[in-house]
């Protein structure tokens, strides 16, 4: 082989192994059912990556900053004795105890790095949209270095809970599903996707560092069929973007950001949110 299509044949290895990094970047916490009865045991699994990536996150404890569930009477209840994280089966067990919606809510410090090859770190930023960190490479012509970030994780799941599995779905909304819950970079809901009759639309905003956040690429996927989103959209200028609502099942939604980090051991701090929920 010469050493043109040997570089060609490299460069292809890279690009596609630089997918399976941005599969595995993806996290959130994945209660065994979104739909429980009140203080029945529910088992918790923290998942990281789509498809053929997916697996339990080998996330240590010590990284965890908070998990908590918020009650549908906007009450904090600290979850961090009910993790043990590794278990054969899960990685916890909330139970909880009125009815209504809770926002379980998990977020981790921002010690993790990751450290890619120029090619695979750009295949990456433009998977996952992150055009201003590839306009800054090219600013700066970095786009030929190495690319290294600290990342960390911040997932919310929704879970809807009746005071017995017999009981009928409420027909209310939860206010406090579509308030933000503090997060340095969070997806909220315009609407609660538990209420009855179930809206058309599921509309979203992201906000960073508390403030709306255009152009981010918020990605809706099936949990049941996870190798690729079924729907992604842009954010607009004031932060929001809208998807079909999904129908019966588990779904997922994430977004990515990065910013600069100035002398730091990494070139950029990620921040990875995600949503979960279903029926």
């Known amino acids: 082989m010469n050493p043109i299509t040997l570089n060609r044949v490299r460069a292809c290895t890279l690009v596609l192994a630089g997918t399976s990094v941005v599969q595995a970047h993806d996290f ?43 009650a549908p ?11 043990h994280l590794g278990e054969p089966a899960d990685d916890g067990s909330l139970q909880l105890q009125r009815a209504g919606t ?4 998990l977020e981790t410090d921002n010690r993790a790095q990751s450290h890619l090859p120029a090619i695979r770190f750009n295949d990456y930023l433009r998977v996952e949209g992150l055009t201003a960190v590839l306009e800054q490479r090219e600013r700066t012509h970095q786009m030929d270095a190495d690319g290294s970030e600290s990342y960390s994780r911040h997932a919310k799941a ?5 005071l017995s599995h017999a009981e009928s779905p409420r027909t209310e909304s939860s206010p406090q599903v579509t308030q933000p819950v503090g997060m340095a970079l969070e997806i909220v809901p315009d609407v609660d996707p538990y209420a009855t009759p179930r809206p058309a639309t599921l509309p979203v905003h992201v906000l960073f560092e508390g403030k709306p956040l255009p152009g981010a690429l918020v990605k809706l996927t099936n949990l049941d069929h996870d190798a690729e989103p079924v729907e992604t959209h842009l954010t607009g200028t ?34 990875f949110s995600s949503l979960s929920f279903g029926s």
């Not at 997922?252 to 910013?259: A, E, F, G, R, Y």
């Open 158 to 162: 929704l879970v809807q809970v009746r």
């Open 238 to 271: 004031d932060g929001r973007s809208s998807f079909a609502m999904p129908e019966s099942g588990r779904w997922l939604l994430n977004v990515i950001w990065s910013k600069p980090l100035l002398s730091q051991e990494t070139d950029f701090e990620t921040f």
């Open 28 to 70: 959130w916490v994945q209660p065994v059912n979104y739909q429980v009865a009140a203080d029945v045991m529910l088992p918790i699994t923290l998942q990281v990556g789509h498809g053929s990536y997916r697996q339990r996150s080998p996330l240590p404890p010590r990284r965890i900053t908070r998990f908590a569930a918020i």
């Open 102 to 105: 809770y926002i379980v809510v």
């Open 73 to 83: 009477d906007a009450t904090n209840v600290d979850l961090r004795g009910s993790l």
